[in-house]
């Protein structure tokens, strides 16, 4: 649940803007949720993508590619399944070549709530992580909740973003740029819930599954709550996501990631969590929201210790729900991601 990047703002001030967000939307959601860049030429030619002639067999087409440098680029993708056109980040490996008789293996990475695609190079230095790694990289839009989930939308077509990010983006990948068939998943926040609800829902397509902060367990009342105020602040009806939580409650758990958790059986897993602080921390506000999800969190890593699936863990005092901690939890989950992709991890990197 980050700060949307339409005007730049630090993590203190975002977390600031979000925690009177939901505030302000918490007596309403008490009702609703029950009641309602192209390498350079010596690498290779430019792919189709480049020409925005790209598509693949459901439709999806790359209409657009923006080089922001040698190793990345801005698709921008015509989506069947999101009714529209969706923005995706992409960086390259060392070495890539659209000439490459190999392929590599695909790391996606996801946004939380109130922010985009942008937000993993914008807040982080992933790039700079990345440079030295066999992985092509990519961070697909979900819309402002950075829920990468099919909306209910009162039974009616609605956005599919899991769709898009799992089919055809992934499609489009292999045909453009050399992706191949082993995958790994991360996401921070909104974004984290994607990341094992992505893994749990479609079991094997990927080695690895990384949450930071997520929201794990979401037919939890408070859970629910949270994810309503989120909505609202966006200017969502809350229902319109998975329907109400009572009359809806079977869709609701079939995107849960608790109540999933047995997909999730063979999948690398890292979750990580903060126990947050109050009202005298550092960042009361972030501290607060980061609070909210420890329960949560732990109720889900119950749920794979029941199932007798292995996870690697990280719950610690204290701690932010923003990048300052986000950044060091991808750098310390990477040797379970390399895994997952069929990588050596390599040394530890610094924070």
């Known amino acids: 649940m980050s700060p949307r990047p339409s005007a730049h703002r630090t993590p203190l001030a975002g977390t600031r803007d979000r925690l009177a967000s939901l505030g302000a939307a918490a007596a309403l959601v008490t009702v609703t949720a029950l009641g309602t860049v192209i390498a350079p030429a010596a ?8 020409t925005g002639q790209s598509d ?4 999806a087409r790359v209409v657009a590619t923006q080089r922001l440098d040698d190793r990345t680029l801005d698709l921008t993708i015509d989506s069947p399944a999101v009714g529209g056109q969706v923005k995706a980040r992409v960086i390259l490996p060392p070495g890539w070549s659209s000439d490459a008789t190999r392929t590599w293996p695909v790391l996606q990475l996801l946004h939380g709530g109130h ?4 937000s993993w190079t914008r807040e982080t230095d992933v790039e ?15 819309g402002p909740t950075g829920l990468p989930t099919k909306w209910w939308n009162f039974g009616q077509p609605g956005a599919d973003y899991e769709t898009f990010q799992n089919l055809e983006l992934m499609r489009l990948l292999q045909n453009d740029y050399r992706a191949g068939t082993a995958r790994a998943i991360a996401g921070v926040s909104t974004g984290g819930y994607g990341a094992m609800a992505m893994a749990a829902r479609h079991p094997g397509a990927f080695g690895a599954a990384a949450s930071y902060s997520g929201v794990l367990n979401t037919t939890d009342l408070d859970t629910a709550r949270l994810l309503g105020t989120i909505l609202v ?3 969502l009806y809350p229902d319109t996501l998975w329907g109400n939580l ?3 409650l079977a869709n609701w758990i079939a995107r849960n990631p608790t109540d999933q958790a047995g997909q999730l059986r063979g999948t690398h897993l890292y979750v990580s969590q903060g126990k947050g602080g109050g009202i005298f921390s550092q960042d009361p506000e972030g501290g607060i929201l980061e609070g909210s999800l420890w329960d ?17 863990t990280h719950y610690y005092d204290g701690g932010v729900h923003g990048w300052s901690n986000w950044q060091a939890e991808f750098k310390a989950s990477w040797p379970v ?3 997952g992709l069929g990588l050596a991890a390599g040394p530890p990197s610094g924070p």
């Open 115 to 118: 922010d985009d695609y942008t």
């Open 233 to 235: 602040r966006e200017g």
């Open 337 to 339: 991601l390399a895994k």
């Open 128 to 142: 700079q992580f990345l440079a030295d790694k066999e992985v092509l990289t990519v961070m697909p839009d979900a």
């Open 56 to 59: 693949t067999a459901d439709g």
């Open 246 to 248: 009572l009359f809806n």
């Open 43 to 50: 690498l290779g030619a430019a792919p189709a993508a480049a």
């Open 296 to 312: 949560q969190a732990h109720t889900f890593t119950r749920r794979l210790t029941a199932l007798d699936i292995p996870a690697t």
